[in-house]
């Protein structure tokens, strides 16, 4: 009796194990799903001109289509427009996050820095489709239209929290000692900042813009009504401008355009999982 | 630059989060004001008719509200039995293990996904697949945008709840190993109600990121403006609703869709703070 019991527990114990791997297992699948459709339909696209020519029109599409051949131009156009936009969106975020991050550490009792904390978290968890319509009413609608430097304010908007809590755990987790080393030698706190803790940090501050960026690059909801997109290479910040994730959004739409889908896809995917990696191996490089 | 400045420095550019987010508040509040005064606020988020013909213009976000909580409900449900199990296998059975390092990275990369590309995926794959196996005709609904939410919010509730799994005390395991219970029981007798909360409030977060999922909802609920009357049926989210609409809208309607932003931004506020709150609670306990 006492040892049918114990069988039992036994085999509970078992099943359970073998159930968390196997649901384990199971979360993994997605992943290589997504990544093997992509790079199945998409691996074709991927060619030079791909990257150097701008979207072709839906009539051009349409007769490449009809005469059998492959959808002719690519998505220079939203490379470009990606980069000047998350250009633009880093540079104004990486100083004021850094500065906004090492304001949070240097005054974690204050009760100021307490609501700039709680309001980071808030806009941390903000909805992109927010952040979108919010910068369209900041921006768009002064402007009287859209532009590359809306969509780069809505960017901006999103990469900031990020950049200012990594900012701020970093810091945090420095030894205490070094900061007092610092201070020791005679340096005020804006010069132990520069020069010992902010280094320090690098590795930790780097990671976290690296994340950053691959979090908003793949974003579209708050460039479709701030940067609106735009079927030609532009340079100019104050006109629309296009995006990947704003092409792959328009070929979703656009039956005559639908084949581009996946080569605009996969790069975008490369891109981000790549930066997610890179990140990951120079957070464990930094940690030891 | 001396201590001063530097401090001042510091100072102005976190002015900055206030001003943003008081900005954000700012914005929503005065355009969706015509909205609430044309219709109550009360009427409005009670209303379910959607309708912009001219002279005629009756809008209501009961629709959407109800599309949103059914699919981050659904959402919910789906990813516990994923999160749950990758919990345990990278904070208790396979702790600090490669293995356990090779699946965290597999979730940290699924958090990484764009989510149009999750949205491409759930139509071309997902959609298909649905209308095979005959659960509903056209595919996309709130069922077919439930389960791809689902997959979207497991890295960020498994690896809350890891963290909260790895920091029960050994103590307190040892003890009960000692007494003879095998793993499951001590994972179901202590780590669960010691980790609880915090395997809560991490699950409260990843309902706050389904909540204002944007693109893969858009592509995958229907886009209708009824309320959904079965999961397999179609819908709209309030994110979608706007992503959907905003580009045309002008007037009332495009104030009407700033009323449902300004609703879905206390919303997920609302949640974040709480599940926010419940971690610091959980963390010092």
Known sequence: MATKKIKNRLAKDKAMLWAVCLFSALTAVPLFAILGEVLLRGYDQLSWSFFTEPTPTAYKAMKAIEAGEPIPGGIANGIIGTMIMLGMATIVAVPTGILCGAFLAENPKKRFAQIVSYLTDLLQGTPSVIIGIVTYIWVVVPMKGYSAIAGSVALFVMMLPLIIRSTEETLKILPQSLKEAGLALGGNRARVMMKVQLPAAFGGIFTGVLLAISRVIGETAPLMFTALGCSFIRFAIDKPISAVPLLIWEFFNDPNLQELIWGASLFLLLFVLTLNLIAKYLAKKWNQ | ?285
């Open chain 2, 1 to 285: 630059m001396n201590d001063k400045l530097y401090k001042v420095l510091l100072f102005v550019t976190a002015l900055l989060m206030p001003l943003v987010c008081g900005g954000i508040v700012y914005a929503l509040v005065t355009d969706a004001y015509e909205a609430f005064e044309h219709f109550g606020f009360f009427h409005f988020i009670t209303s379910q008719e959607w309708s912009y013909t001219d002279g005629n213009e009756q809008y209501g976000a009961l629709p959407f509200i109800t599309g949103t909580l059914m699919t981050t409900l659904l959402a919910f449900i789906f990813c516990i039995p994923f999160s749950l199990p990758v919990a345990l296998f990278v904070g208790e059975y396979f702790k600090g293990t490669k293995v356990a390092a090779v699946l965290s990275t597999v979730t940290d990369l699924l958090a990484g996904i764009p989510s149009i590309i999750y949205g491409l995926w759930g139509f071309y794959t997902l959609r298909p697949l649905i209308m095979a196996l005959n659960i509903s005709t056209q595919g996309s609904g709130i069922l077919t945008a439930s389960l791809v939410l689902a997959i979207m919010i497991v890295p960020y509730a498994a690896s809350l709840s890891a963290e909260f799994i790895k920091m029960v005390p050994n103590d307190l395991k040892e003890g009960a190993y000692s007494l003879g219970a095998t793993r499951s029981e001590v994972i179901r007798k202590i780590v669960f109600p010691v980790a609880g909360s915090g395997i809560f409030s991490s699950y409260i977060l990843a309902i706050g990121r389904a909540l204002g999922e944007t693109m893969t909802v858009t592509m995958l609920i229907g886009n209708t403006n009824n309320i959904p009357d079965s999961i397999t049926s179609t819908g709209n989210s309030m994110a979608s609703i706007i992503a959907n609409q905003f580009g045309e809208a002008s007037d009332l309607r495009f104030s009407s869709l700033i009323a449902i932003g300004l609703v879905l931004f206390l919303i997920t506020a609302i949640i974040n703070m709480i599940g926010k709150m419940m971690i610091k609670r959980a963390r010092i306990s």
